[in-house]
Protein backbone atom coordinates (compact mmCIF):
# COMPACT_ATOMS: atom_id res chain seq x y z
CA UNK A 1 0.00 0.00 0.00
CA UNK A 2 2.96 2.32 1.11
CA UNK A 3 4.68 1.73 -2.37
CA UNK A 4 1.07 2.40 -4.33
CA UNK A 5 1.27 5.71 -2.48
CA UNK A 6 4.08 6.75 -3.34
CA UNK A 7 3.91 5.71 -7.03
CA UNK A 8 0.69 7.94 -7.11
CA UNK A 9 1.30 11.05 -5.04
CA UNK A 10 3.11 12.70 -7.80
CA UNK A 11 0.54 11.88 -10.55
CA UNK A 12 -1.92 13.46 -8.21
CA UNK A 13 -0.23 16.45 -7.32
CA UNK A 14 0.35 17.46 -10.69
CA UNK A 15 -3.29 16.65 -11.66
CA UNK A 16 -4.67 19.04 -9.11
CA UNK A 17 -1.48 21.88 -9.57
CA UNK A 18 -2.38 21.92 -13.32
CA UNK A 19 -6.13 22.80 -13.29
CA UNK A 20 -6.04 25.73 -9.92
CA UNK A 21 -6.07 26.28 -6.64
CA UNK A 22 -9.38 24.59 -5.33
CA UNK A 23 -11.15 24.46 -1.89
CA UNK A 24 -13.77 22.44 -0.35
CA UNK A 25 -16.23 25.55 -0.50
CA UNK A 26 -16.99 24.52 -3.86
CA UNK A 27 -14.86 27.75 -5.36
CA UNK A 28 -11.71 27.44 -7.34
CA UNK A 29 -9.32 30.03 -8.70
CA UNK A 30 -8.57 29.08 -12.44
CA UNK A 31 -4.73 28.95 -12.57
CA UNK A 32 -3.67 31.71 -15.20
CA UNK A 33 -5.23 33.73 -12.36
CA UNK A 34 -2.39 35.52 -9.97
CA UNK A 35 -3.46 39.04 -9.65
CA UNK A 36 -6.90 41.08 -8.46
CA UNK A 37 -6.97 44.36 -8.80
CA UNK A 38 -9.78 45.81 -5.85
CA UNK A 39 -10.85 49.47 -6.51
CA UNK A 40 -11.50 51.44 -3.10
CA UNK A 41 -15.13 50.85 -2.45
CA UNK A 42 -16.98 53.96 -1.36
CA UNK A 43 -19.57 54.34 1.24
CA UNK A 44 -22.60 55.56 -0.80
CA UNK A 45 -25.03 54.57 1.84
CA UNK A 46 -26.97 57.05 3.50
CA UNK A 47 -26.64 57.75 7.53
CA UNK A 48 -23.68 54.68 7.63
CA UNK A 49 -21.34 54.27 10.18
CA UNK A 50 -18.06 56.18 9.36
CA UNK A 51 -15.84 53.15 9.38
CA UNK A 52 -17.79 50.90 7.26
CA UNK A 53 -16.10 51.63 3.71
CA UNK A 54 -12.24 50.85 5.57
CA UNK A 55 -13.33 47.49 7.50
CA UNK A 56 -15.63 46.08 4.16
CA UNK A 57 -12.27 47.12 2.30
CA UNK A 58 -10.08 45.07 4.18
CA UNK A 59 -12.03 42.27 4.53
CA UNK A 60 -12.55 42.02 1.33
CA UNK A 61 -8.73 42.41 0.09
CA UNK A 62 -8.20 39.75 3.38
CA UNK A 63 -10.99 37.25 1.62
CA UNK A 64 -9.08 37.19 -1.99
CA UNK A 65 -5.42 37.42 -0.05
CA UNK A 66 -6.17 34.16 1.90
CA UNK A 67 -8.29 32.02 0.10
CA UNK A 68 -7.71 33.18 -3.15
CA UNK A 69 -4.15 33.21 -2.99
CA UNK A 70 -4.28 36.23 -5.08
CA UNK A 71 -1.66 39.26 -5.16
CA UNK A 72 -4.14 42.25 -4.49
CA UNK A 73 -2.50 45.01 -7.02
CA UNK A 74 -3.86 49.00 -7.32
CA UNK A 75 -4.48 48.35 -10.98
CA UNK A 76 -4.85 45.92 -14.16
CA UNK A 77 -5.14 42.87 -12.40
CA UNK A 78 -6.14 39.26 -13.90
CA UNK A 79 -9.37 40.35 -12.34
CA UNK A 80 -11.04 43.48 -11.23
CA UNK A 81 -13.33 44.62 -8.88
CA UNK A 82 -15.20 48.25 -8.34
CA UNK A 83 -18.69 48.72 -6.59
CA UNK A 84 -19.65 50.73 -3.37
CA UNK A 85 -21.71 50.47 -0.25
CA UNK A 86 -25.73 51.26 -1.51
CA UNK A 87 -27.02 50.63 1.58
CA UNK A 88 -26.94 50.78 5.67
CA UNK A 89 -30.16 49.79 7.43
CA UNK A 90 -31.06 49.31 10.91
CA UNK A 91 -34.67 48.18 11.26
CA UNK A 92 -36.61 46.67 14.58
CA UNK A 93 -37.78 43.77 14.50
CA UNK A 94 -39.23 42.45 17.62
CA UNK A 95 -42.16 44.91 18.89
CA UNK A 96 -42.72 44.79 22.82
CA UNK A 97 -45.55 46.20 24.54
CA UNK A 98 -45.77 49.77 24.31
CA UNK A 99 -44.50 50.12 20.22
CA UNK A 100 -40.88 49.82 21.30
CA UNK A 101 -38.42 46.76 20.05
CA UNK A 102 -35.99 45.11 21.60
CA UNK A 103 -34.46 43.58 18.82
CA UNK A 104 -32.78 45.18 15.86
CA UNK A 105 -31.63 44.16 12.43
CA UNK A 106 -28.44 45.68 10.90
CA UNK A 107 -28.80 45.40 6.87
CA UNK A 108 -25.51 46.43 4.90
CA UNK A 109 -26.00 46.21 0.83
CA UNK A 110 -23.28 46.21 -1.65
CA UNK A 111 -22.80 46.88 -5.25
CA UNK A 112 -19.77 44.92 -7.43
CA UNK A 113 -18.83 45.01 -10.70
CA UNK A 114 -16.39 42.05 -11.42
CA UNK A 115 -14.39 41.78 -14.71
CA UNK A 116 -12.49 39.01 -16.14
CA UNK A 117 -9.45 40.14 -18.40
CA UNK A 118 -7.54 37.13 -18.85
CA UNK A 119 -9.09 34.00 -19.44
CA UNK A 120 -10.96 33.02 -22.70
CA UNK A 121 -14.61 33.74 -21.24
CA UNK A 122 -14.18 37.45 -20.49
CA UNK A 123 -16.77 36.61 -17.82
CA UNK A 124 -18.69 40.44 -16.38
CA UNK A 125 -21.13 41.02 -13.92
CA UNK A 126 -22.65 43.77 -11.60
CA UNK A 127 -24.70 42.20 -8.81
CA UNK A 128 -25.83 43.31 -4.88
CA UNK A 129 -24.83 41.44 -2.13
CA UNK A 130 -26.76 41.67 1.43
CA UNK A 131 -25.75 40.75 4.59
CA UNK A 132 -27.01 41.31 7.84
CA UNK A 133 -26.74 40.93 12.23
CA UNK A 134 -29.52 40.54 14.46
CA UNK A 135 -28.87 42.43 18.30
CA UNK A 136 -30.33 42.97 20.92
CA UNK A 137 -31.62 46.65 22.27
CA UNK A 138 -28.17 49.21 21.75
CA UNK A 139 -25.78 48.93 18.98
CA UNK A 140 -23.61 51.67 20.92
CA UNK A 141 -19.91 50.27 21.10
CA UNK A 142 -20.73 46.95 19.45
CA UNK A 143 -21.00 48.25 15.52
CA UNK A 144 -17.69 47.69 14.58
CA UNK A 145 -17.87 44.49 15.65
CA UNK A 146 -21.39 44.06 13.67
CA UNK A 147 -19.86 45.51 10.50
CA UNK A 148 -16.99 43.34 10.40
CA UNK A 149 -19.04 40.74 10.51
CA UNK A 150 -20.95 41.64 8.04
CA UNK A 151 -18.15 42.28 6.08
CA UNK A 152 -16.43 39.20 6.38
CA UNK A 153 -19.82 37.24 5.05
CA UNK A 154 -20.24 39.98 1.97
CA UNK A 155 -16.72 39.32 1.16
CA UNK A 156 -17.35 35.53 1.21
CA UNK A 157 -20.71 35.78 -0.77
CA UNK A 158 -18.41 38.29 -3.87
CA UNK A 159 -15.57 35.33 -3.77
CA UNK A 160 -17.91 32.49 -3.85
CA UNK A 161 -19.68 34.27 -6.98
CA UNK A 162 -16.21 35.03 -8.24
CA UNK A 163 -15.24 31.66 -8.15
CA UNK A 164 -17.47 29.16 -7.68
CA UNK A 165 -17.95 25.97 -10.08
CA UNK A 166 -21.10 24.45 -9.07
Do not use: H
Amino acid sequence: MKKIFILFFPILLSALNSCGVYSFSGASVPAEVKTISIEYIQNKAPNAWSSIDNIFNQELRNKMTRDGGLKVIDGGGDYQLKGYILDYRITPQVPTTGGFSNKYRLDITVQIEFQDVVSDKKVQWTQSFTNFEVYDNDITGKEDLFIRSISVNLANSVFNKMFSTW
